[in-house]
């Protein structure tokens, strides 16, 4: 999940809506031709016009760090993923219920030591 922030059209400024809407929708179709995508969409807030998101689920995330290895993905779409807001942007689902009341819940992929900082 990246959220974005755009900002009023000034002359030099960032990305138009139309602008940006184009290069994350660019973004995710390469992303989804990477293996292990599983599905991705683009969104914009309902109350916050500058309020955007790009949203992808994977296999996993070994999956997910190799597809954002590809290299049109590097080409092509970093450029736009670097300008996502700086915060947590890679979640693992651990429990997923179903319409029906159906639970699936996994166990973390999160090593041990993942909070763990060499010096």
């Given amino acids: 999940m990246l959220q974005f922030r755009l900002?009023?059209?000034?002359?030099?400024?960032?990305?138009?809506?139309?602008?940006?809407?184009?290069?994350?929708?660019?973004?995710?179709?390469?992303?989804?031709?990477?293996?292990?995508?599983?599905?991705?969409?683009?969104?914009?807030?309902t109350d916050d016009a500058g309020s955007w998101l790009l949203l992808t689920e994977w296999e996993s995330v070994g999956a997910y760090r190799r597809g954002l290895g590809g290299y049109q993905v590097k080409l092509l779409a970093t450029p736009l993923l670097s300008q996502a807001l700086d915060q947590p942007s890679a979640f693992e689902e651990l429990l997923r219920v179903g319409p029906d009341g159906q639970e699936t819940a996994r166990a973390s992929d999160r090593a041990d030591d993942a909070d763990w900082n060499s010096r």
């Fill in 7 to 45: 900002e009023p059209a000034r002359a030099a400024g960032p990305f138009q809506a139309e602008q940006f809407q184009e290069q994350a929708e660019q973004a995710l179709r390469l992303l989804a031709e990477r293996p292990g995508f599983v599905r991705g969409s683009v969104g914009r807030a």
